[in-house]
Protein backbone atom coordinates (compact mmCIF):
# COMPACT_ATOMS: atom_id res chain seq x y z
CA UNK A 1 0.00 0.00 0.00
CA UNK A 2 2.93 2.04 1.11
CA UNK A 3 4.12 1.56 -3.09
CA UNK A 4 1.02 2.47 -4.49
CA UNK A 5 0.58 6.05 -2.42
CA UNK A 6 4.59 6.90 -3.15
CA UNK A 7 3.38 9.34 -5.65
CA UNK A 8 1.80 11.43 -3.15
CA UNK A 9 3.19 14.21 -0.57
CA UNK A 10 4.62 13.00 2.14
CA UNK A 11 2.21 15.11 4.76
CA UNK A 12 -1.01 13.54 2.51
CA UNK A 13 0.31 10.18 3.46
CA UNK A 14 0.85 10.29 6.95
CA UNK A 15 -2.73 11.69 7.27
CA UNK A 16 -4.17 8.93 5.07
CA UNK A 17 -2.26 6.48 6.79
CA UNK A 18 -3.08 7.98 10.52
CA UNK A 19 -7.34 8.70 9.25
CA UNK A 20 -7.29 4.87 8.28
CA UNK A 21 -6.01 3.45 11.15
CA UNK A 22 -8.31 5.61 13.35
CA UNK A 23 -11.49 4.35 11.48
CA UNK A 24 -9.89 0.51 11.52
CA UNK A 25 -9.26 0.74 15.20
CA UNK A 26 -12.42 2.19 16.39
CA UNK A 27 -14.52 -0.03 14.57
CA UNK A 28 -12.71 -2.79 15.88
CA UNK A 29 -12.79 -1.82 19.55
CA UNK A 30 -16.46 -1.43 19.26
CA UNK A 31 -17.31 -4.60 17.35
CA UNK A 32 -15.25 -6.42 20.28
CA UNK A 33 -17.06 -4.99 22.99
CA UNK A 34 -20.50 -6.23 21.82
CA UNK A 35 -18.78 -9.65 20.90
CA UNK A 36 -16.92 -9.77 24.90
CA UNK A 37 -20.27 -8.68 26.77
CA UNK A 38 -21.03 -11.97 28.32
CA UNK A 39 -24.47 -10.85 28.71
CA UNK A 40 -25.56 -11.06 24.71
CA UNK A 41 -23.69 -13.96 23.83
CA UNK A 42 -22.29 -16.02 26.63
CA UNK A 43 -19.46 -16.51 24.90
CA UNK A 44 -16.98 -16.55 27.94
CA UNK A 45 -14.20 -16.44 26.02
CA UNK A 46 -12.13 -14.02 25.60
CA UNK A 47 -9.19 -15.41 24.26
CA UNK A 48 -10.77 -17.84 21.81
CA UNK A 49 -12.51 -14.94 19.90
CA UNK A 50 -8.77 -12.86 19.63
CA UNK A 51 -7.68 -16.36 18.10
CA UNK A 52 -10.14 -16.65 15.63
CA UNK A 53 -8.89 -13.10 14.72
CA UNK A 54 -5.40 -13.69 14.07
CA UNK A 55 -6.52 -17.17 12.28
CA UNK A 56 -8.75 -14.76 9.81
CA UNK A 57 -6.47 -12.56 9.27
CA UNK A 58 -3.73 -15.49 8.42
CA UNK A 59 -6.27 -17.39 5.83
CA UNK A 60 -6.91 -13.33 4.50
CA UNK A 61 -3.21 -12.66 4.00
CA UNK A 62 -2.62 -16.33 2.12
CA UNK A 63 -6.08 -15.60 0.10
CA UNK A 64 -4.98 -12.07 -1.14
CA UNK A 65 -1.54 -13.52 -1.60
CA UNK A 66 -3.21 -15.67 -4.07
CA UNK A 67 -5.38 -13.56 -5.58
CA UNK A 68 -2.61 -11.63 -6.64
CA UNK A 69 -1.14 -14.08 -9.04
CA UNK A 70 -4.45 -13.69 -11.27
CA UNK A 71 -5.80 -10.12 -10.45
CA UNK A 72 -3.10 -7.43 -12.07
CA UNK A 73 -4.51 -4.66 -9.80
CA UNK A 74 -3.31 -6.24 -6.44
CA UNK A 75 0.31 -5.53 -5.53
CA UNK A 76 1.58 -7.68 -2.59
CA UNK A 77 5.02 -9.26 -1.21
CA UNK A 78 4.95 -12.68 -1.79
CA UNK A 79 4.88 -14.52 1.47
CA UNK A 80 6.66 -18.06 1.48
CA UNK A 81 6.91 -20.01 5.11
CA UNK A 82 10.69 -19.13 5.56
CA UNK A 83 11.68 -20.85 9.28
CA UNK A 84 14.11 -18.67 9.45
CA UNK A 85 12.12 -15.19 9.24
CA UNK A 86 9.72 -17.46 11.36
CA UNK A 87 12.21 -17.90 14.41
CA UNK A 88 13.41 -14.28 14.34
CA UNK A 89 10.15 -13.17 14.20
CA UNK A 90 9.03 -15.13 16.50
CA UNK A 91 9.55 -13.08 19.63
CA UNK A 92 7.60 -10.32 18.43
CA UNK A 93 5.03 -12.64 17.72
CA UNK A 94 4.37 -12.80 21.22
CA UNK A 95 4.19 -9.11 21.99
CA UNK A 96 1.72 -9.36 19.32
CA UNK A 97 -0.55 -11.66 21.45
CA UNK A 98 0.44 -10.58 24.38
CA UNK A 99 -0.63 -7.07 23.21
CA UNK A 100 -4.14 -8.14 21.60
CA UNK A 101 -5.17 -11.01 24.61
CA UNK A 102 -4.76 -7.86 27.28
CA UNK A 103 -6.14 -5.22 24.95
CA UNK A 104 -9.51 -7.36 24.72
CA UNK A 105 -9.39 -8.57 28.68
CA UNK A 106 -9.32 -4.74 29.37
CA UNK A 107 -12.05 -3.95 27.22
CA UNK A 108 -14.06 -6.74 28.50
CA UNK A 109 -13.78 -5.44 32.21
CA UNK A 110 -14.27 -2.32 31.27
CA UNK A 111 -16.25 0.33 29.46
CA UNK A 112 -15.00 1.91 26.36
CA UNK A 113 -15.08 5.47 27.74
CA UNK A 114 -12.53 3.92 30.49
CA UNK A 115 -11.12 2.22 28.28
CA UNK A 116 -8.31 5.26 26.95
CA UNK A 117 -7.52 5.57 30.55
CA UNK A 118 -7.19 2.24 31.08
CA UNK A 119 -4.36 2.10 28.54
CA UNK A 120 -2.69 5.27 28.67
CA UNK A 121 0.20 4.51 30.01
CA UNK A 122 1.57 3.48 26.72
CA UNK A 123 4.16 6.57 26.06
CA UNK A 124 4.90 6.13 30.26
CA UNK A 125 6.12 2.64 29.15
CA UNK A 126 7.65 4.04 25.13
CA UNK A 127 10.08 5.97 27.10
CA UNK A 128 11.21 3.10 29.91
CA UNK A 129 11.85 0.49 27.39
CA UNK A 130 13.23 3.09 25.11
CA UNK A 131 16.05 3.38 27.84
CA UNK A 132 16.66 0.29 29.06
CA UNK A 133 16.59 -1.42 25.63
CA UNK A 134 17.64 1.40 23.25
CA UNK A 135 19.82 2.64 25.96
CA UNK A 136 18.76 6.10 24.89
CA UNK A 137 18.33 8.56 27.84
CA UNK A 138 15.29 10.67 28.17
CA UNK A 139 15.21 14.41 29.40
CA UNK A 140 13.63 15.82 32.44
CA UNK A 141 10.58 16.97 30.31
CA UNK A 142 9.89 14.12 29.09
CA UNK A 143 9.82 12.89 32.71
CA UNK A 144 7.71 15.59 33.87
CA UNK A 145 5.45 14.66 31.14
CA UNK A 146 5.30 11.25 32.04
CA UNK A 147 4.70 12.38 35.77
CA UNK A 148 1.29 14.17 34.14
CA UNK A 149 0.85 11.01 32.72
CA UNK A 150 0.80 8.93 35.65
CA UNK A 151 -1.20 11.50 37.77
CA UNK A 152 -4.21 11.99 35.19
CA UNK A 153 -4.17 7.68 35.14
CA UNK A 154 -4.44 7.90 38.84
CA UNK A 155 -7.27 10.66 38.82
CA UNK A 156 -9.06 8.62 36.35
CA UNK A 157 -8.85 5.05 38.19
CA UNK A 158 -10.28 7.08 41.43
CA UNK A 159 -13.17 8.68 39.46
CA UNK A 160 -14.07 5.21 38.55
CA UNK A 161 -13.80 4.01 41.64
CA UNK A 162 -16.09 6.47 42.97
CA UNK A 163 -18.77 6.09 40.57
CA UNK A 164 -18.41 1.89 41.49
CA UNK A 165 -17.71 1.37 38.09
CA UNK A 166 -13.80 0.45 38.03
CA UNK A 167 -12.58 -2.68 37.52
CA UNK A 168 -9.70 -3.85 39.53
CA UNK A 169 -9.00 -6.80 36.96
CA UNK A 170 -9.77 -4.23 33.97
CA UNK A 171 -7.27 -1.71 35.04
CA UNK A 172 -4.57 -4.46 35.06
CA UNK A 173 -4.88 -5.51 31.83
CA UNK A 174 -4.41 -2.15 30.55
CA UNK A 175 -1.61 -1.97 32.30
CA UNK A 176 -0.60 -5.03 30.89
CA UNK A 177 -1.82 -3.74 27.23
CA UNK A 178 0.13 -0.32 27.51
CA UNK A 179 3.34 -2.18 28.29
CA UNK A 180 2.85 -4.70 25.53
CA UNK A 181 1.80 -1.64 22.50
CA UNK A 182 4.82 0.01 23.43
CA UNK A 183 6.91 -3.20 23.04
CA UNK A 184 5.61 -3.75 19.82
CA UNK A 185 6.33 -0.80 18.04
CA UNK A 186 9.40 -0.80 19.40
CA UNK A 187 10.54 -4.39 18.27
CA UNK A 188 8.26 -3.86 14.75
CA UNK A 189 10.72 -0.99 13.69
CA UNK A 190 13.74 -3.20 14.83
CA UNK A 191 12.52 -6.49 12.46
CA UNK A 192 11.37 -4.89 9.51
CA UNK A 193 14.30 -5.19 7.80
CA UNK A 194 14.17 -9.00 7.88
CA UNK A 195 11.31 -8.72 5.68
CA UNK A 196 12.25 -6.09 3.56
CA UNK A 197 10.86 -3.33 5.16
CA UNK A 198 7.84 -5.07 4.17
CA UNK A 199 4.70 -4.67 6.56
CA UNK A 200 2.89 -6.73 4.41
CA UNK A 201 5.29 -9.54 5.13
CA UNK A 202 5.91 -9.23 8.31
CA UNK A 203 1.67 -9.15 9.50
CA UNK A 204 1.88 -12.42 7.73
CA UNK A 205 4.79 -14.33 9.92
CA UNK A 206 2.98 -12.43 13.22
CA UNK A 207 -0.57 -14.14 12.39
CA UNK A 208 1.07 -17.08 11.52
CA UNK A 209 3.38 -17.35 14.91
CA UNK A 210 0.22 -16.42 16.95
CA UNK A 211 -1.76 -18.47 15.84
CA UNK A 212 0.63 -21.47 17.16
CA UNK A 213 1.21 -19.18 20.36
CA UNK A 214 -2.25 -19.19 21.22
CA UNK A 215 -3.41 -23.37 21.17
CA UNK A 216 -1.39 -23.78 24.21
CA UNK A 217 -2.71 -21.07 26.25
CA UNK A 218 -6.32 -22.21 24.80
CA UNK A 219 -6.34 -25.13 25.83
CA UNK A 220 -4.84 -24.65 29.37
CA UNK A 221 -7.39 -22.18 30.25
CA UNK A 222 -10.27 -24.40 28.80
CA UNK A 223 -11.53 -21.93 26.36
CA UNK A 224 -11.67 -24.63 23.63
CA UNK A 225 -14.33 -26.82 26.00
CA UNK A 226 -16.08 -23.44 26.64
CA UNK A 227 -16.76 -22.16 23.68
CA UNK A 228 -17.70 -25.49 21.82
CA UNK A 229 -20.67 -25.49 24.66
CA UNK A 230 -21.48 -22.07 24.15
CA UNK A 231 -25.25 -21.22 23.85
CA UNK A 232 -25.21 -19.01 21.05
CA UNK A 233 -22.84 -20.98 19.07
CA UNK A 234 -25.27 -21.99 16.05
CA UNK A 235 -25.86 -17.92 15.61
CA UNK A 236 -25.12 -17.05 12.33
CA UNK A 237 -25.10 -13.29 13.88
CA UNK A 238 -22.44 -14.61 16.14
CA UNK A 239 -20.36 -15.75 13.35
CA UNK A 240 -20.75 -12.77 11.07
CA UNK A 241 -19.51 -10.77 13.87
CA UNK A 242 -16.84 -12.99 14.59
CA UNK A 243 -15.60 -12.75 10.94
CA UNK A 244 -15.66 -8.74 11.12
CA UNK A 245 -13.34 -8.86 13.83
CA UNK A 246 -11.17 -11.10 12.20
CA UNK A 247 -11.42 -8.62 8.98
CA UNK A 248 -11.00 -5.57 11.24
CA UNK A 249 -8.14 -7.73 12.97
CA UNK A 250 -6.41 -8.15 10.40
CA UNK A 251 -6.69 -4.66 8.98
CA UNK A 252 -5.28 -3.06 12.18
CA UNK A 253 -2.51 -5.61 12.64
CA UNK A 254 -1.00 -4.55 9.02
CA UNK A 255 -2.17 -0.26 8.93
CA UNK A 256 -0.32 -0.27 12.86
CA UNK A 257 2.51 -1.15 10.93
CA UNK A 258 2.19 0.81 8.12
CA UNK A 259 1.71 3.53 10.52
CA UNK A 260 4.86 2.83 12.29
CA UNK A 261 7.06 2.54 9.11
CA UNK A 262 5.39 5.91 7.44
CA UNK A 263 6.17 7.95 11.17
CA UNK A 264 8.01 6.22 13.95
CA UNK A 265 6.97 4.57 17.02
CA UNK A 266 6.93 7.55 19.22
CA UNK A 267 3.98 9.00 16.48
CA UNK A 268 2.38 5.78 16.20
CA UNK A 269 1.86 5.98 20.55
CA UNK A 270 0.54 9.27 20.12
CA UNK A 271 -1.77 8.69 17.50
CA UNK A 272 -2.42 6.05 19.29
CA UNK A 273 -3.63 8.26 22.53
CA UNK A 274 -5.25 10.91 20.61
CA UNK A 275 -7.30 8.18 18.95
CA UNK A 276 -8.29 6.50 22.01
CA UNK A 277 -9.03 10.43 23.52
CA UNK A 278 -11.70 10.41 20.27
CA UNK A 279 -13.43 7.40 21.36
CA UNK A 280 -13.67 7.99 24.80
CA UNK A 281 -15.92 10.91 23.85
CA UNK A 282 -17.77 8.34 21.04
CA UNK A 283 -18.28 5.66 24.19
CA UNK A 284 -20.08 7.85 26.42
CA UNK A 285 -22.08 9.11 23.81
CA UNK A 286 -23.20 6.05 22.66
CA UNK A 287 -23.76 4.27 26.13
CA UNK A 288 -25.58 7.43 27.18
CA UNK A 289 -23.06 7.98 30.07
CA UNK A 290 -22.73 10.92 32.62
CA UNK A 291 -19.24 11.53 33.95
CA UNK A 292 -18.25 13.99 36.45
CA UNK A 293 -16.12 17.25 35.53
CA UNK A 294 -13.34 15.85 37.36
CA UNK A 295 -13.45 12.25 35.23
CA UNK A 296 -13.26 14.46 32.07
CA UNK A 297 -10.19 16.59 33.68
CA UNK A 298 -8.32 13.28 34.31
CA UNK A 299 -8.96 12.42 29.85
CA UNK A 300 -7.92 16.28 30.18
CA UNK A 301 -4.19 15.74 31.80
CA UNK A 302 -3.42 12.78 29.91
CA UNK A 303 -4.08 14.19 26.86
CA UNK A 304 -2.45 17.35 28.02
CA UNK A 305 0.66 15.06 29.16
CA UNK A 306 0.42 13.23 25.95
CA UNK A 307 0.62 16.26 23.50
CA UNK A 308 3.54 17.71 25.64
CA UNK A 309 5.33 15.06 25.45
CA UNK A 310 5.08 14.70 21.32
CA UNK A 311 5.91 18.78 21.59
CA UNK A 312 9.03 17.96 23.55
CA UNK A 313 10.65 14.77 22.05
CA UNK A 314 9.72 16.09 18.49
CA UNK A 315 11.79 19.26 19.52
CA UNK A 316 14.48 17.42 21.29
CA UNK A 317 14.64 14.81 17.85
CA UNK A 318 14.72 18.05 15.75
CA UNK A 319 17.98 19.79 17.91
CA UNK A 320 19.28 16.57 17.63
CA UNK A 321 19.26 15.95 14.08
CA UNK A 322 20.23 19.53 13.36
CA UNK A 323 23.69 18.96 15.64
CA UNK A 324 24.81 15.50 13.97
CA UNK A 325 24.28 17.62 10.48
CA UNK A 326 26.30 20.18 11.28
CA UNK A 327 29.02 17.90 12.86
CA UNK A 328 28.82 15.79 9.68
CA UNK A 329 29.40 19.15 7.60
CA UNK A 330 32.51 20.34 9.98
CA UNK A 331 33.69 16.88 9.70
CA UNK A 332 33.40 17.11 5.79
CA UNK A 333 35.27 20.45 6.26
CA UNK A 334 37.96 19.16 8.26
CA UNK A 335 39.13 16.42 5.78
CA UNK A 336 38.39 18.69 2.85
CA UNK A 337 40.98 21.59 4.37
CA UNK A 338 43.80 18.61 5.59
CA UNK A 339 43.54 17.06 2.02
CA UNK A 340 44.31 21.10 0.53
CA UNK A 341 46.97 21.02 3.18
CA UNK A 342 48.81 17.98 1.64
CA UNK A 343 48.51 19.18 -1.62
CA UNK A 344 50.39 22.24 -0.70
CA UNK A 345 53.21 20.53 1.26
CA UNK A 346 53.40 18.42 -2.20
CA UNK A 347 53.57 21.04 -4.37
CA UNK A 348 56.51 22.65 -2.38
CA UNK A 349 58.40 19.34 -2.55
CA UNK A 350 61.20 19.57 -5.63
CA UNK A 351 60.10 17.26 -8.56
CA UNK A 352 61.80 14.07 -9.36
CA UNK A 353 64.17 14.04 -12.23
Not at 62 to 88: D, M, Q, T, W
Not at 127 to 145: A, D, W
Not at 242 to 256: D, H, M, P, Q, R
Request: charged content about 10%.
Amino acid sequence: MKESLSHLPKPLIIFLVVALYWIISISLVFINKYLLSDEIFQLKTPLMITWFQCVISLLLCVSINLLSKFVGIINVPACPINYKICEESFPLAIIFVGMIIFNNLCLKHVGISFYYIGRSLTTVFNVIFVYFILRQRTSLRVIMCCVIIIAGFLLGVDQENVTGTFSYLGGLYGILASACVALYSIYLKKLLPIVDESVWRLTFYNNFNACFVFIPILIWNGEFGRFLSAPFLSDPKLWGLIGCSGLFGFAIGYVTGLQIQVTSPLTHNISGTAKAAFQTLLGVLYYHEIKSLTWWLSNVIVLGGSMAYTHIRHSEMSASKVKNTSMNNGSKSAKIAISMDDSDKQALLPSKP
